[in-house]
Structures are given as structure tokens and as C-alpha cells.
């Protein structure tokens, strides 16, 4: 099965075709390089073609065109993903999903939007119209689209409150797009959801989202610092688990990220001080210093809505998350990181375990979540890298203890996941999938069903390196 | 000290003073008689007069001419509370707070109320004027007041999601005047709100209230029916820990409650059916749906956005909380009820337990609360009465087992709570009220400081019986 990319161009030479080998390059590209690992494997990818569809007739053209000529496509929003997942492992069609960022839709608690459209313009028209905005978004809110967020993301900034992206109740409906010889547009709720909802575009690309939206609240922006992590630990979970305080998201950073890592607030910590990441809505902010007060160990060191710092330091959720990575690397190239989580209701002591296990090797910073309606902690841990094999053992030491990796050091579903097929997933591509051209390479059980997991996988078709 | 009504009535008489002797005994009552207990011993109370203040220069006013003339002055709102905490124990001036019933300001999050006003026409005006609404209100929502629900509630509807009315966050503003020689005017926020909320207006008068607010959507109310009570369980609790799915109540009752006691709901169930009380977002209605078709031990029978159902059963939350007894004690006028915490993590087990142990005379109702960030179950149960002897025991029995009891037998702060003096509230009251005039006889702590709670207090002042 050979792609014929020159007669799939030729078909699709009355869209927008890109062809410019720079930009190319640029959209064959996310934040893959997070991972060193990765980097070493993906960095040569390239696609031969993008195109950037205006609606859902033209994907629906683009992959009834790609299927016809047997060319792979991977569909992209900002490219601000980690894992690979808009790497186009077998190049072809780079499917870009710029043009088709319209809100069709809202209302308060509900959105109906295209993939495209930023997380930040999102939020900005929902507050416009109706005063609400989205549960959850990345910490790359201001550059990242949500189709990407929802095909990629499992959770982020408002994890705290709403839980995981896959909870029932926090995605409504996914409209996709299959890639087949008549390609079928479907529409997905419930507990069809499971099928495209973090599949990385591997069994259909989805033209349309329905998702709940929350109140939008003129947000504070906290910092709190703290000696004692156990007490930072502490902060966060206890707020979040006050019924009566509203949080858009708690961080946690182990001294001294602040202190290295966070430009603006770094004059105003100390090297040995762990910090919190508070966002609070108005209106829970007394309830906030109260908290604090009963908590000595603790100082509000910044709040944005009474503040005398000279530099603002902008959005507390761009500390967090993966942002919290990215300014690391700013600093140290050689960081990188793990996602971790560590299950409720032993979380704090498994944390101090591992804190203690990796002392100037594995810095913590957690994030409080919700999962099944207790808080604990995900993981974003800071590594010092050095090489495969000791990041495989750091890995292997935190699931001997208990703790569960989402590896960001692997490119494939189930690998960055629960190292198992997703017989939901797996069983949807093959139907809207049958030539196994969506985004290759990323699903394993659809490649090669009777892998172990024993080692990292090699996608036996992935564009080789030249020589 | 002998009070001189007439003097101050006198000095009151330009004021919207009450004297209809029918009107008198109206304003003089609550809804204590939901206890046998509290009917055989306050039905004869009787204030002299009832004073209706406009404003807070009335109430200071009214507090100061009484604190003169040491008259006592209970406050009260729409007197629908329970434990007797609006009736006049020694008789005196009943100050009514009905007229001051104005929303000051609101904006989404947050509104400034007075306490006069009715819960369901500050949720009308805040959903007109900002599209919010009240986190948590009675179930007597559509006759009480704002002010009675914080001065003698602690929670309800909206508590499954809110926690309780005591947790940080849920007020955040109270103005309160005292009753001296000459009344001072204070504002209470964080830790000084335990001073006043929960305090029956033993120890200051709330003339104003700054309370936030949640998204107000078009809540479906539900119904779920199933012939296993611990799946009825397992539905109010899943559902109250999908972080995804809104709620605003989800109440649980034992069979045959809804088939012998919810006169509209009754004809779509059977003797043996237990049912679920939902209100549930419309954006939130999909993944209901979802969490019941993977438990098909549950039945979705009523659902208001889609019904076939002949006679509208009404707001699902008119049958939860203390609506349950309502409803009852019109088909049996010999049932009273308890209020229970079973608390985390062994509530079901604590439930089923209680369950089995007063068959036929202790029917289940309860309600999932949040309590410190985890679900767990409030009870309302159902009891037949016979004696208080029994009674007592009934309860004793929970208290043995591990069931905490708010035993709403009584009239006192102390022993319709925690079995102990409050300090904050008792300093306060002691500071605000050195004549203990405001709402006499329901603080032990103050009068007999040195109570040990082992038999039912008896208020030594409360006005006797006559012959």
C-alpha cells in the first residue's frame, strides 16, 4: 500500500494546500520534544503535504481523497501536545485544523464549538455571550485549540473541581468525521464518547464539540509559600476539599522550582521555599485567608486582585501543568518529566516516598485533582535526565511503589496510558478506519496486537531517518 | 428582672406593632410540632406583642427599648424551622422580620441580602438579575426565610454539592446588631461568622447577609426507582461523586415511603420500590442517562423535561429533607423523625445496619451531603412514635453504633447539636447580650453553665403552662 501523495495533492489542489517545505516542516512538529527520548526518535519527521480544511465538507473531502490514494493523515490543532500525537509518523497529509474555529453556539453551561478554535478565544467568546466559560483547559490555554485539548488532554487547569476530561458529564457530544471510502459523519454521547475522546485523531477526526461549561469568575491568582512541603501538600488539598471554596486550579512546586525555575516570583521566595498555585474566584477569597490564617506555615505571598509586586506574574495556571516543565527546561535543558498518579486515599505518603527516593534528581510538583470524587494528587514530576535506561528504572521505582505512570516518553496510546488496548478505541478504527491511515503508528493494538509492553515500541513503518 | 411590656410597647407604638391577640399566636409558633416531644412542652408559648421593624434603625430601636425594659426578643423570619428555635420562652416581644425583605446588590456569585427576604424570591431576583442563584437552601425554600435558613439551618438542598452552610465559603458577610443599652452594629466575616450563623439569634440580630452564589440552570427534576435500597444508596452516592455530573439534591427512601407517602409519585411505584430524588443540570442529563444504563437495577420513571406523567409531581426537593416528614406526618400523624450523620468512610454499612435493626418503626431517608470534600449520607429518618421513652432509646442506640444524632427533640443550640457549649457563640452572647434577652432559653451554656446533659433540659424561666 503505497501513498500516492502527488495524485491526493492533485485532487485537493482547489483547497488550502501548503506546500512551502519551512511551514511544512513547522506543522510536522508539536511539543514532542519534551521528552529526550522522543526527541531522538521523532525529530526527523515530516509531512509531505498540509492542508487546512474550512468546514467539514472539505475533511470529509480530504479524507475521502487521502483513502482513495492510501495516504496517511494526521490532523492537528496547535501542535502544543506532548507524546507525539500530532507527529505524522508515515508523513502524508497533515490535516491542520486552523480554519474551522467558530462557535456555532452558547449558552450558560454549554458550548457548541468547531475543533480549531483556541481554548483562549473560546473562553473569551463564552464570557462575552453568556458569562460562563470551560471547566477544564490545558495550561497552553492561550495557544492550544480544543479539539486538540479533548482528542489529546485527559485533564488540566480545573481538575480540581470537575475531574478528568473523561468523567461522564464533562464532554457532551463529539461529531466525527470517518476515514473511509464514503467517509460518515456520526455523532457521539454517552458512552460513545470513550470511542474518539483522547484517541489522537486515530479512528475519526471530530468537526464538532458539545461541552459543559462553568460560571467564569474574575479569578485570583494566588501564591502561597511555605518551608514545609508537607504543609504546601497540605494547602492545596485541604482547600480543595472545602465544599465551600471555589478553585479553578491548586499546584504544588517542591523548593526550589520556585526559586530556579519562576522568574517573577523567584524575589520574592527563597531557595528553600515549596510554593502553592492558587487560582480562587472572588467571592471565596475571605474563605481563603481564613484557611490560611488557621495555618501559620503558610504566607499569601501574592494575590492579584491586592498586589504590590513590580512584575506581574501573570496566569497562575501558566506555572502549572506542563508549563511548569517549560519553564524548567528554560533553565535546564537537561529536565524533563513523568506524569504520575498517585491514588487516593494513600497519595501523601506515597509522594514523601518518592520525594525522599530521588533526592536533586526528581523535583515534585503536583497538581490536586479530582478522580471519582476524591481529591489526590497528579504528578508532573521534574526530572533531571540522563539517561533512557535510569528514566525507565525512575519509572520502574515509582510503579513498584504503587504509583501509576502515563509515560510522556512514549508515542503510542497505550503506552502513555494504561499499557493495554482500548478495546473501545481499537475496535472503532477498525471500522472507521479499515486502511489504518489515521495518524498512524500510535495505536499498538491495531499494529501489532500481541505486543508485550516489555520495551519502548518501534512503529515498524515510521519514516526512517535519512542517511 | 421582671420585663415591662407595656413601657416598652409604649415607647415601640409608632412602630408596626402587632396586638390581634389570633395574629399574636401565629407569630409565636414555628414548626416545633414536628416533635411530639417539643409539642407537649412549648405549644402554650405566647409572645406579648410582635413587632414588625422596616429597617435596621427600626431593629436597633426595637432592641434598644426592649434591652430597657428587659423585655426578651426572639427573632424570627418565616418560623418554618424545627427545633423549636422561633418560639417565644418566655414570652415578650416576637420582632418579625418581614418587611425587611430587600436584595440590596447582586452579581454573578454573590448577593446582599436582607433577612426578611424569602429564599425563593432572592433566587427569582438573583436568576432575573444575574442568572445565579442560591447555593443551598431549605426545602421549605418557597415560605422561608434567608435569614431564619442561616440563623437555624446548616445545610440542604445544594448540600451535596456545597457541603454545609458552616463551611468556609458558604456566608461571607453578616451585619449583626447587638441588644445593649445602646445597640452597636458589626460585621462579621471568615472566623467571626460562627459567632451568629447557627445561633438561632441567641446572641445578635442579623440585619444583613453577603452570600455567594452558584450558576442557576433549568434543573431537571428526577426520580429513580429500584427494588434494592442499596442500589438507591449506590445511585445518590456514584452520582454525587461523578465530578462531572451537576447536582442539587439526590435523596434516598426506603420502600414503601414514595408508595405510602408521596400522594403524586405513588402511582408509578410499587410497596416495595425505594426511590431517588434528582435534580440534575440539563447539560448533565446525558451522563445520567450513562450512569443509569450501566446500573440496570435502576429506573429512570420520572424525568421533568420529558413526562408522561398525568399530574406534574412538582420541585423533586419538596419531597427531600424535611418535606419527607411533612409529607408523612399527613398520612400518619403518629410519625416523627431524626436527624443522623452517618459520616464517611463506613455511612453504608452504619446505614444498613440501623436499617435492620427498627424494622417497621425506623424508615430510611436520606440525603448525600458533602462533608470535608467526601460524599457521604445525611439522615432524616422516618419514626413511628410511641414514647419518648423510646424515642431516647432509639437514638441511643445510633449513638452507640457510631451514628451521630442532631436530636431535633430539643429545643437548646446545645442539644439539638454537639452536646456541648459552643465558646464562640457563648463569649458573644455574654458580650452582646449581658441581660440574655435574645431568644431566651436556648442557650444552656449561658444559663446553666454547668449542665451535663444526661436528661432533656428544662428551661427554668419558660413561661408556665396555665392551669
Known sequence: MTPNITAAKTALSHLDVEENPHAIRTASRDFFWYS?????????????FVVRPRNEAEVIEILKVCYEH????TTRGAGTGNYGQAMPMRGGCVMHLVYMNQVTSCEPGRVVVQPGCLLKDLDAHCIAHCGHELRMFSSTWATATVGGFVAGGSGGVGSVTWGQ?????NIIRLRVVTMEAEPRVLEFRGEELARVSHAYGTNGIITELE???APAYD?????????????????????ANEDGVLLKIASVYEAPVAKSYFQRVSPHV??????????????SMDALVTFLTRRPELSLIYRSDDTDWPRNPG??????????????????????YLQVRYAYPDHNALIEKMRATFPGEVLQHLEAIRVNGKVSFAGLSLVKFTTEERLDEIIRIHEDAGAQIFNPHRYTLEEG???????????????????GLLNPGKMISFDTPDWDYAKIYDYPSMTPKEA
Not at 529526550?36 to 509531505?48: C, E, F
Not at 492510501?70 to 493523515?73: G, T
Request: charged share 25%; with cysteine.
Open 211 to 213: 461541552l459543559p461549561l
Open 315 to 336: 496566569l497562575v495556571f501558566e506555572y502549572g501543568w506542563n508549563h511548569t516543565t517549560l519553564r524548567a527546561l528554560k533553565f535546564d535543558p537537561s529536565i524533563t
Open 70 to 73: 492510501d495516504v496517511p493523515v
Open 36 to 48: 529526550p527520548v522522543l526527541k531522538a526518535r521523532m525529530d526527523h519527521l515530516l509531512a509531505d
Open 417 to 435: 496510558g494504561r499499557q493495554h488496548s482500548d478495546q473501545r478505541q481499537l475496535s472503532f478504527k477498525k471500522e472507521a478506519d479499515p486502511k
Open 165 to 169: 476530561l473523561r468523567d461522564l458529564g
Open 219 to 239: 479569578w485570583v491568582h494566588c501564591f502561597v509559600a511555605t518551608k514545609d512541603f508537607a504543609a504546601a501538600m497540605d494547602c492545596a488539598e485541604g482547600l
Open 270 to 283: 527563597a531557595e528553600d521555599d515549596a510554593l502553592v498555585g492558587l487560582m480562587v474566584a472572588p467571592q
